[in-house]
């Protein structure tokens, strides 16, 4: 395929550069909000408000409900664009609503559910969650133990999820329960929009080590949703929840490693003087070599998605093997980052590079990656089984009532 721009393309690109030109000149001060987190989500909502006006802030959803109308095409040349500018973060604010909860509302919502949900989410008006993961299945989402009993007009919810990202900050999320014990797990699944300022529910934000609080655990005590935030048929949760990992984990393959291999190349040559030249050493020049080489192998991956779309398909289950090199690379560029530094590396706040904020954050952050939204097990598997059309991995819980799994 010619992977060159069509002529409507190439205009397209260009007034979104000169929109986003524009935008990044501008003064997005949020000095008057102290808390840190809370100015990126100020800002992040200012900016998406700024987004939809010119058409920017949903580019593929329906018009109908907020969005831009365009093309799958058009919102990944605005991604491309987007990124080579210093604008609010939206991507860890907003983005979990925005590329995961909304689709799947606008997918498998009632009228009713659309109407009320997605125009405000797009806007930036209510910040968005999603309550998969459990403390005894994270990636295997199908083993969700949060049971959802009916009561008249409501749902009863009981249970604990964790590493729920920007739970702090939001207004609703999308949660998996246990509805029906006694048939196996794939098929006793219902989700819900939850609101997260419901009686009963407790947000315990998790410090990590790199002093951020970015997700949290959440803890459900007899809380009551109404029927009428139920996604999908009772019981037919997992294809709702597919969706929204399909959403999740093309999100996460399609992000930046943030500390990349042009980065490892500037900290070495920041480092490099005359009397110390960090490329003497032939380890650090592979390094670099390796981290370009996976990085363009990614490239060409989009690339393949992008073939798919433009002949009106959709990306396929190898879309997972970005989000498997990628999250693994960013841990090895932090190593590589701190290896280029040597024992200096053992201090903190060098000021004398440039790029050390992103060194320290990928050291500490990229494992982390390496299990959201995923883990590099559960990928795996994806792409041996329906990448690679190798046998299935033995599960021996399938077809076993979920009350008699162990826990």
Known sequence: MDFRDTSEETQYRAAARKWLSEQASRDWNTSHITDEMEAKYAAAKAYQRERVKAGYGAIALPREFG???GTPMEQIIFRQEEVQFNLPDIGTTLGVGLAMCLPTIIHNGTPEQRDRFVKPGILGEEVWCQLFSEPTGGSDVASARTSAVQDSSNWVLQGQKVWTSGAQYSDFGIITTRTDPDVPKHKGLTVFVVDMKAPGIEIRPIRQMSGESE???????????????????VNGGWKVALSTLMHERAGIG????????????????????????????????????????????????????????????????????????????????????????????????????????KVEHAWMFG???????????????????????LPGDVRLDKDVPFRDVPS
């Open 367 to 389: 494992a982390g990656l390496r299990i959201g939204g995923g883990t590099d097990e559960i990928l795996r598997n994806v792409v041996a089984e329906r990448v690679l059309g």
């Open 67 to 69: 969005g831009g109308g």
């Open 215 to 233: 997700f949290s655990e959440v803890f459900f005590d007899a809380v009551r949703v109404p029927d009428t935030y139920r996604l999908g048929e």
């Open 254 to 357: 399609g992000k930046s490693t943030n500390l990349g291999w042009a980065d490892l190349l500037k900290i070495a040559e920041q480092l490099s003087n005359d009397q110390h030249d960090v490329f003497a050493n032939p380890s650090h020049a592979c390094a670099i070599v390796d981290s370009w080489l996976l990085e363009f192998g990614c490239d060409l991956i989009a690339l393949r998605g992008q073939t798919a779309l433009s002949r009106g398909g959709q990306p396929g289950p190898e879309q997972s093997v970005t989000k498997l090199i990628k999250a693994s690379l960013l841990q090895q560029n932090g190593y590589h980052g701190i290896d280029l530094a040597g024992a200096a590396a053992l201090g903190t706040d060098r000021h004398d590079i440039d790029l050390w904020n």
